[in-house]
Each structure stands twice: as C-alpha cells, then as structure tokens.
C-alpha cells in the first residue's frame, strides 16, 4: 500500500460529499489561480485587473470554506 498520509484511503462520507460538490469551484479556483499568475508577469496588466481577480479569488475561496466539514479543507 502507498503511503499517502493519514487517513487517505479512509475518507469520511461528510468530506467526500465535500469534495464531489465542490469539484467545479476548486477546478474554478485552480484556474484563476493560473491566471492571475499569468497576469502578474505580464507587465501590460493594469493594477485593476489584478485587483478584481485577487477579489475573485478571496470570494471562491470563502465560498469553498464556508461548505468544508472541519478536516476537510
């Protein structure tokens, strides 16, 4: 057996309900996540644009924790 850490193979019920319903928002996250790396390397990206994405970003982070059983997340 991998070791994978503590727990891997036994996940709860409650976090993989979790994690089916919050599939396309972490997918979501991930790529604006990408992109506002992308961005702030691009030297014609205003200080605006970054700002509303990092403000994208805070928001779907929230949401995610907000539904996270405790360990989940």
Request: net charge neutral.
């Amino acid at each position: 057996m991998a070791m994978m850490g503590p727990g891997y193979s036994q996940q709860n019920e409650a976090c993989q309900k979790f994690f089916d319903d919050t599939a396309g928002m972490r997918k979501e996250l991930h790529t604006k996540r990408y992109e506002y790396f992308e961005m702030i390397r691009n030297p014609k990206t205003t200080p605006e644009t970054v700002t509303k994405l990092e403000k994208d970003i805070r928001e779907l982070q929230e949401k995610i924790h907000e539904k996270a059983p405790q360990g989940c997340w």
